[in-house]
């Protein structure tokens, strides 16, 4: 059964980074689809980035020039490396696996404050 695995949330101050990392289990990761999305409590999950198999990327606009999403076949992970966090960047963040089947892992906290 393939799993998602975030890691590398934690608390931070505004300006400062954070890299998360999405770890997949199974085969084929290297024509996952992947993206990281965000929730805040009582909202959508909202997505913030997305890589093909390609390597070709998508972002939201918030997060542009901020945050950078990668891949590495070979570890079979995502990572998203965020830069200048502000606190409206305060959320839990959720990889997804979405082509061959949906798949969320269980997510990962991020607090931006001071």
């Known amino acids: 059964q393939v799993q998602l695995v975030e890691s590398g949330g934690g608390f931070v101050q505004p300006g400062g980074s954070l890299r998360l990392s999405c770890a997949a289990s199974?085969?084929?990761?290297?024509?996952?689809?992947v993206g990281w999305y965000r929730q805040v409590p009582g909202k959508q999950r909202d997505l913030v980035a997305r890589?093909?198999?390609?390597?070709?990327?998508d972002y939201a606009d918030y997060v542009k020039g901020r945050f950078t999403i990668s891949r590495d076949n070979a570890k079979k992970t995502v990572s998203l490396q965020m830069n200048n966090l502000k606190p409206e960047d305060t959320a839990v963040y959720y990889c997804k696996r979405e082509n061959l089947g949906e798949i969320w892992g269980q997510g990962t906290q991020v607090i931006v404050s001071s």
């Open positions: 890589i093909t198999g390609g390597g070709s990327t």
């Open positions: 199974g085969s084929l990761f290297n024509i996952y689809i």
